[in-house]
């Protein structure tokens, strides 16, 4: 069964650093194109950064210098490190897979979501 | 960036009501649409790809169509698990964006 689970979510003060964790099971995460998407309190679906198989990532502006993904190819992780956290980053925040087919890219897999809250 | 707007917000339907949801781009985005579905406190879940492959698992009575600029969702007969919230978003351009949601709710 593929599986995505993330942990390390929590209670940060504003300017803090936290780091979430996306342990994969049933998928290899440096043979994917995987993804980090959160969701603010009762708002829809943000792309937060992206970490192709190749290594290459890329940032949405909202966490571009901020924020940084990678993976553990030994522990089958992904990993989002979070500097400088605002309150306008706390959501929940999901690892998913991205697949493609005939050049259409969509998120086929999702873990269930960590949550981060970022207050004083 | 690509601009995703959906229609309507929300709407109020009955079991068996067959139901479209529009999703509009900012911009050409051919055919690289996806529907997802997501229920509360759940994580997303991917319904439709490419604006009208159904992924697998997922009941036939879901369908998309579109090209362009102008998408639809529909539901032919909808069910008591069907009540969500439903997002489109563009894999046309980076960085990918997501409509704001069209939330389904029992009448």
């Known amino acids: 069964e593929v599986q995505l689970v993330e942990t390390g979510g929590g209670l940060i003060q504003p300017g803090g650093s936290l780091r979430l964790s996306c342990a994969a099971s049933g998928l290899t995460v440096n043979t994917s194109f995987m993804t980090w998407v959160r969701q603010a309190p009762g708002k829809g679906l943000e792309w937060v950064s992206v970490?192709?198989?190749?290594?290459?990532?890329d940032y949405a502006d909202s966490v571009k210098g901020r924020f940084t993904v990678s993976r553990d190819n030994s522990k089958n992780t992904l990993y989002l490190q979070m500097n400088s956290l605002r309150a306008d980053d706390t959501a929940v925040y999901y690892c998913?897979?991205?697949?493609?087919?005939?050049?259409?890219?969509?998120?086929?897999?999702w873990g269930k979501g960590t949550t981060v809250t970022v207050s004083s | 960036d690509f601009q995703m707007t959906q229609s309507p917000s929300s709407l109020s339907a009955s079991v068996g009501d067959r139901i479209t949801i529009t999703c509009r781009a900012s911009?050409?985005?051919?055919?690289?649409l996806n529907w997802y579905q997501q229920e509360p406190g759940k994580a997303p879940r991917l319904l439709i790809y490419a604006a009208s492959s159904l992924q697998s698992g997922v009941p036939s009575r879901f369908s998309g169509s579109g090209s362009g600029t102008d998408f639809t969702l529909t539901i032919s007969s909808l069910q008591p698990d069907d009540f969500a919230t439903y997002y489109c978003?563009?894999?046309?351009?980076?960085?990918?964006?997501f409509g704001q949601g069209t939330k389904v709710e029992i009448k």
């Open positions: 970490i192709y198989s190749g290594g290459t990532t």
């Open positions: 911009q050409s985005i051919s055919r690289f």
């Open positions: 998913a897979r991205e697949s493609s087919h005939k050049r259409s890219s969509y998120m086929d897999v």
């Open positions: 978003q563009q894999s046309y351009s980076a960085p990918w964006t």
